[in-house]
């Protein structure tokens, strides 16, 4: 069975940094590739990247590139999510999910984001 | 970047009745790269459908998916009490990468 499980909540400081975890199970981790979504309070979800567990290529949205850094740790099969210069509206729950393993224009087929993490609520306050 | 905008923002119906969500793209996307999520309050999203009319694993046949270039649409047959959710569509492009819509609110009228 297939599970996502991403780290704890924090509580962060405007110009600080976070880095959230997601601990994958169940499946092969170098096979496919995680997606990084956050969701602010009462709003819509937001792609922030996409990382590959097979040769960790990356794609940053444009919104967080030069703040985000996606990383993959395969010997525990989990992923990261580091976020610096941390400001208000960063505020927002983020959820890993899994993707494939190349982006979806190189991939044989793309079949979605099929399992998701429980989130982990992170707050930027002073 | 493409924008997804999907209508209505608001949907209110009762149990057993037909939905129908849309999700209208500022430009053509590739129905390989189109999704749908179903998302309840303080849960995860759900994958329901990718490729615009697959399903995914464990979902009810009651969800279809259908459309291509700019127009799409999720279609619950019979709602049942715990279709009231969040739905979003997601596109594909190769820059900048995924993008969702805002979401409609299915609710019990």
Known sequence: QVHLVQSGAEVKKPGASVKVSCKASGYT????????????????????????????????????QGRVTMTTDTSTSTAYMELRSLRS???????????????????????????????????VSS | ?????????????????????????????????????????GQAPRLLIYGASSRATGIPDRFSGSGSGTDFTLTISRLEPEDFAVYYCQQYGSSPGYSFGQGTKLEIK
């Not at chain 1, 087929?109 to 429980?118: E, K, L, S």
């Open chain 1, 89 to 123: 509206d960063d505020t927002a729950v983020y959820y890993c999910a899994r993707d494939s393993m190349y982006p979806p224009v190189y991939s044989s087929r793309w079949y979605g984001f099929d399992y998701w993490g429980q989130g982990t609520l992170v707050t």
């Open chain 2, 1 to 41: 970047e493409i924008v997804l905008t999907q209508s209505p923002g608001t949907l209110s119906l009762s149990p057993g009745e037909r939905a129908t969500l849309s999700c209208r793209a500022s430009q053509s996307v590739t129905s390989s790269y189109l999704a749908w999520y179903q998302q309840k309050p």
């Open chain 1, 29 to 64: 981790f170098t096979s496919y590739g995680i997606s990084w979504v956050r969701q602010a309070p009462g709003q819509g979800l937001e792609w922030m990247g996409w990382i590959s567990a097979y040769n960790g290529n990356t794609n940053y949205a444009q919104k967080v």
